[in-house]
């Protein structure tokens, strides 16, 4: 199984985030979004930063239901359409819990905690089991759902600082991180009358926004902010994979002591013939 195809999987799921589940478009192009009005933007990284920080201070834990639509190729090119029903539980800053069944069953399991993140697919065209610690998903080369805080940062937690510029554009602040040589790393686009992420898009080293997440249709429901749609799309050409997640039934997450372990701790991959490590060099080994 080539790491390329892997890549794609965990990047329809979170997408979870995120795969989590408008369509996934890797573009580069403007944010699918329409503002109804234009207020001023922000204007000075700073002021973003102590509005987006403000907003990350106020995420409550969630739990909500839902339906995804995973599509993707697998290493023979052969497409493949999963939908899924869909449960979802946030513990900020740094937990997720996300899984999606058929009639079959659980067919994606996908978490994060505050040292591990792990994703694991059962269906039998996969079967595939990725995980690792999330201090050697930072040293990856590839920005992409190799970071698990791609997948947080499509339920809010975003985080913003030294190295990134701002420019606005048709009601939208664009929160630009470039690296020592100038490529853009990271694209945030963000509505200037709410301050709510719009469009995350993560940057390969060719330039490309390999990753491209959408959130739209927030609501305020029992006191938690969240977007109902959450859309990410991996990969370019004519078949990106796909991520198209609806929520329901958001609302306030109140865990015992007994859910908050059992939930975000990595679960045993009984049954996948797949498994993969990520490594200190940001690289997955298979085991």
Known sequence: MRLFFSRNLLASVFT????????????????????????????????????????????????????????????????????????????????????????????????????????????????????????????????????????????????IGVGWTIANRDGLDVLTKRDLSGAVVKKIFVGCCDYRVRRIEYYDADGNADVVVELNDYTDTDDVTAAKRITITSGEGDNPATTDITLASVRVFEPTDAKLKGLFTHPEPKGIKNIFELNENGRFVRQ
Not at 67 to 89: W, Y
Not at 98 to 123: D, Q
């Open 16 to 159: 979870l985030a995120a795969g989590l589940c408008p369509l996934f478009t890797g573009c580069a192009g403007p944010p699918k979004v329409e503002i109804a009005r234009k207020c001023p933007g922000k204007g000075d990284v700073a002021l973003a930063v102590a509005a987006l920080a403000d907003g990350r201070e106020r995420l409550k834990p969630m739990r909500a239901s839902g339906k995804c639509v995973l599509k993707f190729s697998d290493s023979k090119g052969k497409s493949h359409t999963e939908r899924l029903d869909i449960q979802l539980r946030t513990y900020p800053p740094d937990r997720i819990f996300f899984t999606g069944s058929t009639l079959l069953g659980e067919a994606v399991r996908l978490g994060t905690n505050s040292e591990e993140f792990w994703l694991m697919m059962k269906p039998k065209e996969i079967s595939a089991y990725w995980w690792g610690r999330r201090e050697y998903a930072g040293s990856s080369g590839h920005p992409l759902w190799l970071n698990p805080d791609a997948l947080l940062e499509a339920i809010g937690v975003v985080k």
